[in-house]
């Protein structure tokens, strides 16, 4: 198969930004149709037509049907930082770290994954925060107060879920959305496969968030206010007792975890990005500038320069 995607999803992005796209600027990260046909292209292009093209797309109607409040004991979405548009950037840099991977790693690699553990990979990046969902008995609750176990909630979730479908034998290794959560570590013998699947799992949570171009506005409308709601931000003696604190300490944040976690837990594994692309990743550029102009924004002690309005998008497109 192809090394390198003739379709759009790889193609230069255009000179004038649009509005909820990926980091490419090609696929609209508010419509499930788009995402299922990004996604599709590039799961196509490397495991061919058989990789599971109708539970990928079951999987993103579900997953809209949750975040809108129409999914069976689930309530709607109503965290806007966690949106539904994280989840489908997430599942959408997921598939092509995928890629990436597959096209550097031998196919005797004990780390390769095959068709189906691709497939798994994705949807766990697709769903990693579906444990922010509350669940019906829960609506005296803010999404938000899930935070600090909503990545249990998940795997709960995806365990059920996979469990019914044509991925049931591989239900137990949604534990591996655990990885996105920042004090957990992988344990040391992990099996290599699953390893790889958690290290691009971890990675795709990352570079979605910090590609966004909205992401600093995000930061201070967003999530400090997802922050204040479990009790991290918004008091004196706090983490993050204002927005400008946690936007002074965003780039030291990313530095010395983020960065850090991406390069040696997770084996540097956002470099795959760059041999999906074929060359310079529309993803890192798109998280440098952000954090350079918010360097600049610091520097000048003038937050009022972040003038993006980010909008509250609970609901995709039908």
């Known amino acids: 198969m192809s090394t390198r995607l003739n379709e759009s999803i790889c193609a230069s992005p255009p000179p004038a930004a649009k509005l909820h796209t990926d980091p490419t600027q090609t696929v609209d990260l508010c ?10 292209a590039v799961m196509r292009d ?37 949106d539904l548009r994280h989840a489908f950037d997430s599942g959408l840099a997921m598939a092509r770290l995928v890629r990436g991977q597959s096209i550097a790693t031998p196919r005797e690699a004990p780390e390769h994954l095959d068709a189906e553990h691709a497939l798994l990979g994705v949807l766990l990046a697709l769903y990693h925060d579906i444990g922010l969902l509350r ?27 996979l469990g019914r479908t044509s991925l049931a034998h591989l239900a137990q290794k949604a534990e ?3 990885v996105t959560r920042l004090v957990w570590h992988m344990p040391p013998d992990i099996p290599a496969r699953d390893r790889a699947i ?8 990352i570079v979605s968030q910090l590609s966004d171009r909205d992401y600093l506005e995000k930061c201070r409308d967003f999530l ?3 922050f204040s709601t479990f009790g991290l931000a918004g008091a004196p003696g706090l983490p993050y007792p ?13 530095t010395d975890l983020l960065r850090r976690r991406m390069e040696v837990e997770y084996d540097g594994a956002d470099e795959f990005l760059k041999i999906h692309f074929g060359g310079e990743c529309p993803y890192d ?34």
């Open 31 to 40: 419509d499930p149709h788009a995402v299922a046909t990004a996604i599709d």
């Open 46 to 82: 490397r495991f061919g037509s058989a990789y599971g093209l109708p539970l990928l797309e079951q999987g993103i109607r579900d997953l809209a049907r949750a975040f809108r409040g129409g999914y069976p004991g689930l309530l709607r979405c109503d965290t806007h930082y966690h």
């Open 135 to 161: 669940r019906t008995h829960e609506a005296n609750l803010q999404g938000a107060q899930l935070t600090p176990i909503h990545e249990a909630r998940g795997v709960e979730f995806m365990r059920d879920y």
């Open 176 to 178: 591996l959305i655990m």
């Open 198 to 205: 958690a290290s691009l799992l971890g990675t795709a949570d």
């Open 224 to 226: 400090f206010a997802e």
């Open 242 to 254: 204002d927005a400008k604190t946690l936007l002074e300490k965003t780039p030291g944040f990313y």
């Open 285 to 318: 550029a798109a998280i440098k500038r952000s954090l350079g102009y918010l360097t600049a924004v610091l520097a000048a002690g003038d937050l009022s320069l972040l003038r993006r309005v980010p909008m509250r998008i609970i609901d995709a497109k039908q």
